[in-house]
Nanobody, 115 residues
Framework: QVQLVESGGGLVQPGGSLRLSCAAS????????MGWYRQAPGKQRELVAT???????NYEDSVKGRFTISRDNAMNTVFLQMNNLKPEDTAVYYC?????????WGRGTQVAVSS
């Protein structure tokens, strides 16, 4: 069973930075792609950023230029560097890994942006 464990969330002031980590229980090249999603209170879960096995990256429009997704293959870990955070980035952030049509999810890590 694939396990994904997120870390790195917390409370930060507007304009601040956080780096999220997602450690996978197996080789990340087993996945077609990995990524980050977020869910704010009362809203649907939405895509933030993804990276596929070939290294192709996709970002949601509101985070372009502020967030960077990357991976460490040796550590089987995917990162999300978040800069210039805004209050509207407040949400629970979930790590996702996909193998064909099967999706795996972490338990999520809370990010709160507030002064």
């Amino acid at each position: 069973q694939v396990q994904l464990v997120e870390s790195g969330g917390g409370l930060v002031q507007p304009g601040g930075s956080l780096r999220l980590s997602c450690a996978a229980s197996e080789n990340i090249f087993n996945f077609n792609d990995m990524g980050w999603y977020r869910q704010a209170p009362g809203k649907q879960r939405e895509l933030v950023a993804t990276i596929n096995v070939g290294g192709r990256i996709n970002y949601e429009d509101s985070v372009k230029g502020r967030f960077t997704i990357s991976r460490d293959n040796a550590m089987n870990t995917v990162f999300l560097q978040m800069n210039n955070l805004k209050p509207e980035d407040t949400a629970v952030y979930y790590c996702n890994a996909r193998i064909m049509s099967k999706n795996y999810w972490g338990r999520g890590t809370q990010v709160a942006v507030s002064s």
